[in-house]
């Protein structure tokens, strides 16, 4: 027996894995290298500015925190609920209904580990192998991974530059076959900070009943557009329009991974069978604090919108007077995209240079698709000596590269 096994460790064979690994490996991970490379050289101390991520340099409100503190104390580390508590739950209802004017009960919500993972479960849950899946471009370099993990094929939809990123709603329907089972969007959308306008979402809805299609509103960014809400055809459809959303950009937790998914009934029981699976239930003092962060929400939006809309005013003023850099405001968000092409550069070789010349890591804009390419995505979200120090430092690497 011993020596069977001595030999099985030196079979010439190769152990396979799932034909799942292989969607899963990122495409656009080559993008956070700058970001990594920042990062470790911030470790060793050096005297680099990260502009590259979207984790802004603030607190988790402080009751939120005490009353994870007070949760823990008193002893709320058993198992829970795999859809999360009702109380919970009720919360995130009411939230949603402020945002959308949806109506829903608990059965319509579940709580996962943040939009990644509602992302991850709502793809799982909607479409499979032979099934595609539009995505509108640009779009957050996460989505080809979660949305092809199922099996199912991830169709682009870009929209152009030349429109600000708007939605093309012929080129939507254009991408539309039998195949198709879910349209996947962010609004406001990560990297270009646009908000779908009600006819947007409208000619969407059309599109969805027509085609009898799920539409998946990645809502993340909500709290940190105008009043934080964003126009939601979720009350117009309620059989077919998911929403997802966090507390990660809304109240600075991205650690706490706290988000949700809303949607039809049918779709939430699928998914507490999958989160069943998968998490088997989230720790019951994150789900408290949770309660309470959601309580606080008025507060905590506002502080993170008025937070964003200072450093995104001065960013701009710092900047706009530069000819070879040319941008449009955000509608809202913490990110803004920067169209670098009279540079003469790429956005990728870009952000490498800026890199090397003046330490600071900001986003190649191909990470999140081809019509992104010849931009860079700059986070605002940091304390501002740092972000006036990194606007006078691209403004030197600007200027030292000549005429393109
Ligand atoms: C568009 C978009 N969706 C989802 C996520 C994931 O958010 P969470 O931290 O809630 O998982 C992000 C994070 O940056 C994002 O930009």
Redesign the pocket.
């Given at each position: 027996m011993q020596a069977d096994l001595k030999s099985s460790k030196n079979s010439p064979l190769p152990m396979k894995f799932s034909p799942l690994v292989d969607r899963i490996t990122g495409e656009g991970s080559d993008a956070w290298q700058i970001h990594y490379a920042a990062r470790a050289a911030q470790e060793r101390g050096e005297n680099v500015i990260l502009l590259s991520v979207?984790d802004p340099d603030l607190d988790t409100p402080i009751e939120v925190t005490e009353q994870a503190i007070a949760k823990l104390r008193a002893g709320d580390t058993h198992y829970t609920p795999a859809s999360g508590r009702d109380t919970l739950r009720s919360a995130i209802a009411a939230l949603h209904y402020s945002r959308s004017g949806q109506r829903v009960g608990v059965d319509n919500v579940i709580f996962l580990a943040?939009?990644?993972?509602a992302?991850f479960t709502a793809s799982l849950c909607l479409a499979g192998p032979g099934d595609e899946v539009i995505a509108l471009e640009p779009l957050?370099p996460?989505y080809p991974a979660m949305l092809e993990v199922s099996g199912a094929h991830m169709v682009r939809v870009a929209s152009s530059a030349a429109r600000g990123f708007r939605l093309e709603l012929a080129d939507l329907e254009a991408a539309i076959t039998t195949r198709t089972r879910a349209i996947f969007f962010?609004t406001p959308n990560?990297p270009s900070g646009v908000v779908f306008s009600e006819a947007d979402m409208l000619g969407i809805a059309q599109l969805a009943v027509r085609h009898s299609l799920w539409v998946v509103c990645?809502e993340?960014?909500a709290g940190l557009a105008p009043q934080g809400r964003v126009p939601s055809i979720a009350a117009t459809l309620p059989e077919q329009v998911v929403t997802v959303s966090?507390l990660?950009?809304s109240h600075a937790m991205?650690g706490w991974?706290a988000?949700w998914m809303v949607g039809p009934k049918s779709l939430i029981a699928h998914a507490e069978a999958l989160a069943m699976c998968m998490l088997f239930g989230l720790p019951g003092f994150v789900q408290e604090a949770a309660i309470t962060a959601l309580q606080v929400a008025p507060a905590a939006e506002s502080r993170i919108r008025e937070y964003c809309a200072k450093r995104r005013n001065l960013l701009i003023a710092t900047l706009k007077d530069l000819p070879k850099l040319r941008f449009n405001a955000p509608d809202a968000g913490m990110f803004i995209l920067i169209d670098v092409s009279a540079t003469g550069l790429s956005g990728q070789n870009f952000a490498r240079q800026l890199f090397a010349a003046e330490g600071v890591a900001v986003l190649d804009g191909g990470a999140f698709g081809a019509s992104t390419q010849d931009f860079v995505r700059v986070c605002f979200a940091t304390d501002e000596t740092s972000l006036r120090e990194a606007c006078t430092r691209i403004r030197r690497f600007v200027n030292s590269l000549g005429t393109a």
């Open positions: 979207g943040g939009a990644q993972n992302l957050y996460s962010a990560n990645d993340v960014y966090s990660s950009k991205p991974r988000g």
